[in-house]
């Protein structure tokens, strides 16, 4: 049985919340690990903005590029487009802090950097997944 999609889409949304409440915890508790909040970071920014393609009927494709996924929900809502630039901040992470040949050193400024970016992306998602929800259904 297929799930329905807004269920799916809370899925989607709970997973980046934790996400993005881990790092947020571990930024107040820890002076150290910036690259994994980094990474946390990033996989938030990602869920959010596939919960919200989701929401708005689309396909997912397989990517954790977020540049491409901000691009896409900007397809349905232009408002997106102007979280392009802070997407390529936390796009960045994903690859290199991910694989220890490339592991370069996080400081507690980008950590605080890419928290920011996702709550924005947070924010931008739950102002407009209702609507995107409304419009699927209309």
């Not at 409440?21 to 910036?34: G, I, L, M, T, V």
């Not at 040949?101 to 890419?114: F, G």
């Amino acid at each position: 049985m297929k799930k329905r999609p807004d269920s799916l889409v809370n899925e989607w949304l709970e997973k980046a919340r934790n996400d993005l409440a881990y790092a947020k915890a571990s930024f107040e508790e820890f002076d150290n690990f910036y690259a994994q909040m980094c990474i946390l970071c990033h996989d938030a920014v990602e869920k959010f903005l596939k919960a919200f393609l989701i929401a708005s009927g689309k396909r997912l494709s397989r990517t954790h590029d977020v540049v491409a996924l901000v691009r896409g929900c900007g397809n349905v809502d232009s408002a997106f487009l102007e979280y392009v630039d802070e997407c390529k901040v936390v796009n960045r992470y994903y690859v290199p802090l991910k694989y220890p040949s490339h592991y370069p050193q996080m400081r507690r400024e980008q950590a605080a950097e890419a928290i920011h970016v996702a709550e924005q992306i947070q924010a931008v998602v739950s102002e407009r997944i209702e609507g995107a929800l409304n419009l699927k259904n209309a």
